[in-house]
């Protein structure tokens, strides 16, 4: 028997309900809306709200970039809709969406695109604008410009995102910051597997460094004595006669088995003891050996390489041309600064190097352009002159007919400074964390260059974040950014900051707290030295007459962080 019943409608989370009372399984419970007929057999609920169809990623002229269908929908149908939307664009008025008689467009203009929602007529349109506006903040999380090849090249992304968002039809309670999270898949597991990974791949290098050594010095001992080195494994060699094929045989074996054969083979070995049977087996086993430790990122010097002429040693790792007569002038600084402002401690320490191809280029004084108004203290090498650089900036040896020693870096003059002055930061960094009313936190940051004689280059500020919150939303900046999801920091890069570029702001917004923005770390290089202390010449000592040479003047941090 059929029981017609008025049905309550309550409101929950912004969603209409329909409550049909419960019956036993026998009857029915059967209701009428929208002459529509409902039947129930227990408490049962349903949403009034219909569904949302798809959304899309579409261009003015109506073609799709990305779309999203949450129902059953063939590809002609959504492409049909989505050509019919510029048709349906009305320019005169200033609405969000247009209506046909089966369908509703809700859009937001992005650039040159539009951001699309396709629902029914009967779907809440106050609902809708918001579940619009979300969509739109999450295509700039993966996309930094509005343009069709960027779209295109994130789709997946913009997929993954868009699931996020609505299921089955129905928006999801999420917010932006929950999005990155469940998209990014941050898992703490993995970065723990990964770090017990990382622990275990080192230990493997440095167990196969030591046992590299080990055989390169029993190497380097059967080459002295003139007999035939050991093999690797436990194996014997990999060329050459008798008793090096035992599977089993040991090195010391190996050793006693080939002496009497070397001994009766002196004539053919001769000539070839240092090139020929020797160095195959370094070929063979021993380089494949270190190229192994090369393919697993461990840096490793073998003698193959450091024997090949300065050339190609050039072409894989390029360096600065260097004259005959070379002078450095560096320093490393390193800075400790408040969040709150005031510097807890500056300290620079430089060094003047000087490095001659042959004693002759090494009969030469060095005049220095000490311009240092700072206030460093200077100290020379116990053998140059220190009365010739105190009255002329002067630096040369004691004894002006010893040269100075050649093929070495000598350290001839060094110099200190410190100081708790702010004035005298190169670099002025301000972080200002403040809690937002999402749970979150907006973090503005600027730089200020102090030393307007100064030019900063590659500046690289990192901010450490808090994890498991997804990537931060970055508004304003000057400059590039980078987010290192594993590392939780963001790095924000600069080319170069000078009088021309004094000063520069970053905006951004994550889930955390203000203390989780801090220690703020910065990274960068001069040209010039911080305390303005550089060769200007270099003389002959003979006839004064100037050397050709070349400098090299470098500022290098060793530690810049606010605190």
Known sequence: MTNHEIIRIVKRNQLNYIVAPYRQPSSLTTFILDNKRFCCTKTAVFRLNMVLLAAAICTKSGKGLVARQFVEMTRARIEGLLAAFPKLMNTGKQHTFVETESVRYVYQPLEKLYMLLITTKASNILEDLETLRLFSRVIPEYCRVMEEQEILSHAFELINAFDEIVALGYRESVNLAQIRTFTEMDSHEEKMYEAVRETQEKEARRDMEKRAKEL??????AMKTGRRPPGFGGFGG???GGGGGGGSISSSSVDTVIEPMEQKKS????????????QLLKTKNVDTFLDKLGSEGQEVISEKKSRQPAGKTKATTPAAKTESVHVSASEKMSVTASRDGGLESLEVHGMLQLKVATPDDGLIKIHVANNDDKGAQLQTHPNVDKNLFNSKSIIGMKQPKKPFPAKLDVGVLKWRFQTQD??????????????????????????ELLLDDME????????PLPSGVGGPLVGEIDGEYHHDHRKNILEWNLTVINSENKAGSLEFTIAGQPDDFFPVNVDFFAKRTYCNIQPSSIVSVEDNKPVKHSIDTVLLVEKYEIV
Not at 216 to 221: D, I, L, P
Not at 456 to 462: C, E, N, R
Request: proline share 7%; net charge negative; aromatic share 4%.
């Open 267 to 278: 004539k053919p070995i001769r000539p070839i003891s240092s090139k020929g049977g020797m």
């Open 456 to 463: 900063l280059q590659d500046v690289k500020i990192t901010i």
């Open 238 to 240: 990999s060329s050459g």
């Open 216 to 221: 390169s010095a029993q190497r380097k001992e």
């Open 422 to 447: 702010e004035g005298l930061m190169p670099l002025s960094i301000n972080c200002w964390p403040s809690e937002n009313n999402d749970g979150g936190c907006d973090v503005n940051i600027e730089y």
